[in-house]
Nanobody, 126 residues
Framework: QVQLAESGGGLVQAGGSLRLSCAAS????????MGWFRQAPGKEREYVAA????????TYTDSVKGRFTISRDNAKNTIALQMNSLKPEDTAIYYC???????????????????WGQGTQVTVSS
């Protein structure tokens, strides 16, 4: 069983920055592939970024490329999402997710992740 807990959300003006963190339980965190997703009101959950087990490979959805950076610290069982140049359309609940299957492949489909955090709200005002 893997437990995930996000933190770092909040209210920020457009153009500002936030850093989200996700703390994971489990002795084998370094073997999980991880991802960040978001869900805005009335919309489906959307992939944001994914990171490999080592942290050497990352991928991003087009709308956040160049603005967001995903990273992980396997020694601390954490991943982070640094969000810069935030836009009102980035407003959503942000979730981290863990996959213990086919971990060498970066995953963008939420159905491929078995474990989810409770989410943290990010609100960007214009």
């Amino acid at each position: 069983q893997v437990q995930l807990a996000e933190s770092g959300g909040g209210l920020v003006q457009a153009g500002g920055s936030l850093r989200l963190s996700c703390a994971a339980s489990g002795r084998t965190f370094s073997s999980y592939s991880m991802g960040w997703f978001r869900q805005a009101p009335g919309k489906e959950r959307e992939y944001v970024a994914a990171i490999s087990t080592s942290g050497m490979r990352t991928t991003y959805t087009d709308s956040v490329k160049g603005r967001f950076t995903i990273s992980r610290d396997n020694a601390k069982n954490t991943i982070a999402l640094q969000m810069n140049s935030l836009k009102p359309e980035d407003t959503a609940i942000y979730y981290c997710a863990a996959s213990t299957q086919s971990v060498f492949r970066l995953k963008t489909n939420p159905t491929e992740y078995e474990y989810w955090g409770q989410g943290t709200q990010v609100t960007v005002s214009s």
